[in-house]
C-alpha cells in the first residue's frame, strides 16, 4: 500500500505532539530501539531546545512525519497527525547518519518506505548530500526492508548498542 506522507522541519511547536508521539508509543518503540529514558520525557521542553539550537548550527536535520488527513482536524489548517519521525545526525563532509521511527498505530502501512524516499530527496536537494549512512539491528527485518527499498546497499557488520547489526549506505 502506498503512503502518502509529509515532513515537516523540525520547529518549536512541534513540542506537544511530538512529546505525546514518543509517550504514546515508548513501550512499543523500545522492544527494538533503547528506551529514551525517564529524563527524555520529565525534561522534553529542554532537549527540545537543544535539538532545535543543535539543528541551527547544520549538525543535525530532524523531521516530523504527518499522514495526509487534511481537511478538518484540530491540528491545523494543514491537517495531519504527527505519526513518525525521520532524522539525520552527525552531518558532516557530504554524509550523514540516518534515523526513524513510526508510530504503532501507523505500522506496516508503507509510511517508514516512503518518509525514508522522502528524506533522501531532501538530503539530496535541500541540505545538499551526497551520500546517506544507516544502522539497524539484525532482529528488525522491518527496518532493514524499509532501507533496501530505499537503495541502501550492505556496508558492513556492527553493532547497535549492544546488539549485533549491519551498517548500511546510500549514494545520493
Ligand atoms: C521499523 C519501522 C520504522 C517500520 O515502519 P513501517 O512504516 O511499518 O514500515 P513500512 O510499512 O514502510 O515497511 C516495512 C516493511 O517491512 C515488512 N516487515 C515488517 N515486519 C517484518 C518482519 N518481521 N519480517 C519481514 N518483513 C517485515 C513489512 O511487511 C513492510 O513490507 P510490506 O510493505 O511488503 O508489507 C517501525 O516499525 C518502527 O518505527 N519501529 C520502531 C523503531 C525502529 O525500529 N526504528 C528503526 C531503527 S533502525
Do not use: K, W
Given at each position: 500500500?502506498?503512503?502518502m506522507?509529509r515532513l515537516?522541519?523540525l520547529?518549536?511547536?512541534?513540542?506537544?505532539a511530538?512529546?505525546?508521539?514518543?509517550r504514546?508509543?515508548?513501550?512499543?518503540?523500545a522492544?527494538t530501539?533503547?528506551d529514551?529514558?525517564?529524563?527524555?520525557?520529565?525534561?522534553f521542553?529542554?532537549?527540545?531546545?537543544?535539538?532545535?539550537a543543535?539543528?541551527?548550527t547544520?549538525?543535525?536535520?530532524f523531521?516530523?512525519v504527518?499522514?495526509d488527513?487534511?481537511g478538518?482536524?484540530?491540528?491545523?489548517s494543514e491537517?495531519g497527525?504527527?505519526?513518525?519521525?525521520?532524522?539525520?545526525?552527525?552531518?558532516?563532509?557530504?554524509?550523514a547518519e540516518?534515523?526513524?521511527?513510526?508510530?504503532?498505530?501507523?505500522a506496516?502501512?508503507g509510511?517508514?518506505?516512503?518518509?525514508v524516499?522522502?528524506?533522501?530527496r531532501?538530503a539530496a536537494?535541500t541540505?545538499?548530500?551526497?551520500?546517506l549512512?544507516a544502522?539497524?539491528?539484525?532482529?528488525?527485518?522491518?527496518?532493514r526492508t524499509?532501507?533496501?527499498?530505499?537503495?541502501?546497499?550492505?556496508?558492513?557488520?556492527?553493532?547497535?548498542?549492544?546488539?549485533?547489526?549491519?551498517r548500511?549506505?546510500r549514494?545520493?
Amino acid at each position: 500500500m502506498v503512503s502518502m506522507v509529509r515532513l515537516e522541519r523540525l520547529r518549536a511547536d512541534h513540542a506537544p505532539a511530538l512529546l505525546a508521539f514518543e509517550r504514546e508509543n515508548r513501550a512499543y518503540f523500545a522492544r527494538t530501539v533503547p528506551d529514551r529514558g525517564d529524563a527524555y520525557f520529565a525534561g522534553f521542553a529542554a532537549y527540545h531546545a537543544a535539538r532545535l539550537a543543535e539543528q541551527e548550527t547544520g549538525g543535525i536535520h530532524f523531521h516530523v512525519v504527518l499522514d495526509d488527513d487534511g481537511g478538518d482536524g484540530d491540528s491545523g489548517s494543514e491537517g495531519g497527525r504527527l505519526i513518525g519521525r525521520v532524522n539525520l545526525v552527525d552531518v558532516e563532509r557530504g554524509t550523514a547518519e540516518l534515523g526513524y521511527r513510526i508510530a504503532e498505530r501507523a505500522a506496516g502501512r508503507g509510511v517508514a518506505t516512503a518518509a525514508v524516499a522522502a528524506l533522501c530527496r531532501l538530503a539530496a536537494t535541500t541540505y545538499g548530500l551526497t551520500s546517506l549512512t544507516a544502522r539497524t539491528t539484525l532482529d528488525n527485518p522491518a527496518s532493514r526492508t524499509v532501507l533496501e527499498r530505499n537503495g541502501f546497499v550492505f556496508a558492513e557488520h556492527t553493532t547497535v548498542g549492544d546488539r549485533p547489526g549491519v551498517r548500511y549506505e546510500r549514494e545520493l
